[in-house]
């Protein structure tokens, strides 16, 4: 096992996608073992000495961001050690540390599909688990939760849990009393339900329950063909009918937004777009041999009528697929270089909210943000009433401007039942506004079901939750 401490080697593992800066440690571990884990967490655990697991640092919160203590970077978990074919569909073992591309690149060759996929690809699988990560096609399939069906985990103390779905043996701890908000997504704090399996304790954890090390997932059959489209408009309000009429009349498996300052951005690497366009969406659709042209003209149908430009782009093979979700994939990355470029903390919403408050958020979003004075974009899965804002300050002082209008669209997305992450997580750029979704007896009870599994406080320190709250009862 490699351990690293020279500051110049451990610099990478210091940050995330949050753009916290601050972070530090005293040294990375590199396990290649589950024993080799379970090992370092007991020594840790004994000497009370704080441990973040780190998986590709894609996150936008600053879960894997250390405050002291030792790294448990999962690069070297790195196997895939099955992709089994059945029936109707299969499943896959694979280690903590694959690249979720690799992954599902392996899955696509095997005739398979493993629904999940965040924009960004180049997250560990154990990373999307630990933050119930959700993406395009989570619109038609559901989150990450949806496809995992065992889960080897090593608690603090070192010992080794290995759960099957339906196993509930784990869940002998005392479990939060609140509810789940009925959004459609959900990645704040600790997952509970009335059937819910000990794995789904794990799901969405970021880190602070146990260290994920190996993952089975679920796998579906591959669709025989696909739909794509990249559809510009001229009036935003034709986009959002579309949207509207899209959700309850197609069966599209993603359903994505980009509002006029989202296109702007993407203007300077795509030229092409057209210069009349204030909005896109888009889309996939699965189809069959014989479905595909009642697909296409399902499709046609509805974007004529809601005056959709003719000059949109399309796709119905694999490479010019790819170069339609590259452009979805560009704007994230876009926002992410402005945050670095200012050296500014990431101001990005995760909301979402049920169905029928979706609109009232969305109205919120844009009346604030014209008349705020500020750079901004929003874009994101609008399907699932989940746009992402991204504030885009240049200084510190538009950067407080910026957090006080994110603290008015989460008071707003609470007021109406909504979750303060469908996606990202919490992690320790958004824990203090946990408070505005959760009472403090239900953070508390958080906070007890944490102790339950690391009575010492060693995993994930800082993530959803204060430290304070730790040491309350
Ligand atoms: C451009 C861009 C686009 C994105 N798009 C999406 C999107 O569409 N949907 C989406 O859901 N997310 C998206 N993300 C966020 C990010 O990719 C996901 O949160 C991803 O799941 C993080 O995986 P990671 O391996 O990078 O984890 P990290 O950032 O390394 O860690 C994330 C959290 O998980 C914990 N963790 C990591 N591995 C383990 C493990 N093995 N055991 C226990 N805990 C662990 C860490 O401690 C931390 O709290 C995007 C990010 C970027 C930069």
Known sequence: MQTKSNPDEIQSYLTDASFIRDGYADRVVLPETIEEISEILAVANRDRIPVTVSGAGTGTVGGRVPFGGIILATDRLNRIKRIVREDNGGYGLAEAGVVLSDFQRAVDQQGLLYPPDPTERGCFLGGTVATNASGARTFKYGPTRNYVQSLKVVLASGEILDLRRGDRSALDVPLPSY????????????????????????????????????????LLPKPEGLLSGVVFFENEADVLALVADARAHVDARALEFFDHESLNFLREKYPEIPDKAVGAIFFEHETRAETEESVLNEWMALLDQHHAFPDSWFATNEQDQARLREFRHQLPVLMNEWFARYNQRKVSTDMSVPDEAFSGLFRLYKDTLRDSGLRYTIFGHIGDNHVHVNILPRDDSEATHAWELYLRFLKYAASVGGTLSAEHGVG??????????????QLREMAALKRAFDPNGILGRGNIFSEELLLEN
Do not use: Q, W
């Open 179 to 218: 509810h789940m908000p009925a959004t459609r997504k959900n990645a704040s704090g600790y997952f509970v339900a009335p059937e819910m399996d000990a794995v789904d304790l794990f799901i969405g954890s970021e880190g602070t329950l146990g260290v994920i090390c190996e993952v089975e997932t679920r």
């Open 428 to 441: 320790k750029l958004k824990r203090d506004y946990l408070r505005l979704f959760y009472n403090d007896d």
